[in-house]
T-cell receptor, first 117, second 113 residues
């Protein structure tokens, strides 16, 4: 079974600063995907970024980037130039490959991020 | 482009009662997964429906059951409600074999009193 751990229940950052959210996972699978999802007060889970485990290059999406360390089973999210709209719960998630052939997400417990003006 | 629609938005039920939650998937999607998110926790996988059959199930008792209709919409039924069933229930739709592309709804907040 897979497990996902997020050791920071809450974090805060000043607007325009950079923050890093941590995630570790445990799996015996060799091929899988990792995700960061954002859940604002609207409750809808919104994809921030995803990483295929077979790719060594870290994924980036505008202000969001990840540090994927496969051997250490670590998958941190860096948010640069933080904006007030980034305030939300952030969930790290794991999915076995291939995606979308009956797989399901395994989510971590989440990190509540507050961006302060 | 309609996303995932869940109804109702909020619901209050009494212990021992039964509840039905509904989900309409995003247009073009054929697979529906249900997740339970207790307060302050991450979502937990309940089950997944494809071609009107339950394809996968998480670690939930058989009080939790579901159904998928020919139009791909889905229902989640919970019998003999317990206080611990109070949670946000999220529906996610996708296209089987369609590569990455999951869309989540905004959930149904169930409170059991």
């Amino acid at each position: 079974a897979q497990t996902v751990t997020q050791s920071q229940p809450e974090m805060s950052v000043q607007e325009a600063e950079t923050v890093t959210l941590s995630c570790t996972y445990d799996t015996s699978e060799s091929n899988y995907y990792l995700f960061w999802y954002k859940q604002p007060p609207s409750r809808q889970m919104i994809l921030v970024i995803r990483q295929e485990a077979y790719k060594q290059q870290n994924a980036t999406e505008n202000r969001f980037s990840v540090n994927f360390q496969k051997a250490a089973k670590s998958f941190s999210l860096k948010i640069s130039d933080s904006q007030l709209g980034d305030t939300a719960m952030y969930f790290c998630a794991f999915m076995k490959a291939p995606v979308n052939y009956g797989q399901n997400f395994v989510f971590g417990p989440g990190t509540r991020l507050s961006v302060l003006p | 482009d309609a996303g995932v629609t869940q109804s109702p938005t909020h619901l209050i039920k009494t212990r021992g009662q039964q509840v039905t939650l509904r989900c309409s998937p995003k247009s073009g999607h054929d697979t529906v997964s249900w997740y339970q998110q207790a307060l302050g926790q991450g979502p937990q996988f309940i089950f997944q429906y494809y071609e009107e059959e339950e394809r996968q199930r998480g670690n939930f008792p058989d009080r939790f059951s579901g159904h998928q209709f020919p139009n791909y919409s889905s229902e989640l039924n919970v019998n003999a409600l317990l206080l611990g069933d109070s949670a946000l229930y999220l529906c996610a739709s996708s296209l089987m074999g369609g590569g990455y592309g999951y869309t989540f709804g905004s959930g149904t907040r169930l409170t059991v009193v």
